[in-house]
């Protein structure tokens, strides 16, 4: 049995970020800061959206980053629900998010030729 009470409230360990009531793309953007100010990782994050796009966007967003999407859900409660989504961020994802930099500094190399 879960001793938790709340599905809104993170784990020991988890980051909890609220996007309730934010449209998109805001509950991915703010997936993605949490990210930027919590790695390296290894962390899990807890993102609540009532957005519907949600759905798909954080299902992509998880794919295009390398992410694991642990858990999609559905959360009732007393203002008409909302989903939880848990995305677990790799302890290397800070040192990817530098690869595609590389490629704008050979990029502008070839210009400057």
């Known amino acids: 049995m879960s001793e938790r009470t709340d ?11 609220d996007a309730r009531g934010l449209r998109c793309p805001l509950p991915v953007l703010r997936l993605a800061q949490a990210i930027a100010a919590h790695c390296p990782g ?3 994050i807890r993102l609540l959206a009532t957005d519907p796009a949600a759905a798909t966007d954080v299902a992509a967003f998880c794919r295009m980053r390398e ?3 642990l858990e999609s ?15 677990v961020v790799p302890a290397q994802e800070r040192d990817g998010a530098g690869q595609g ?6 990029a502008s190399d ?4």
Do not use: M, Q
Request: proline content about 10%; charged content about 15%; cysteine-free.
């Open 101 to 106: 930099g590389a490629g704008s500094d050979n």
């Open 73 to 87: 859900r559905p959360v009732a409660d007393d203002v008409g629900g909302h989903a939880a989504y848990l995305v």
């Open 67 to 69: 992410l694991t999407l």
């Open 7 to 17: 599905p809104a409230a993170p784990a020991a360990g988890e980051v909890l970020v």
């Open 42 to 44: 290894p962390i899990l």
């Open 110 to 113: 070839n210009r400057a030729r």
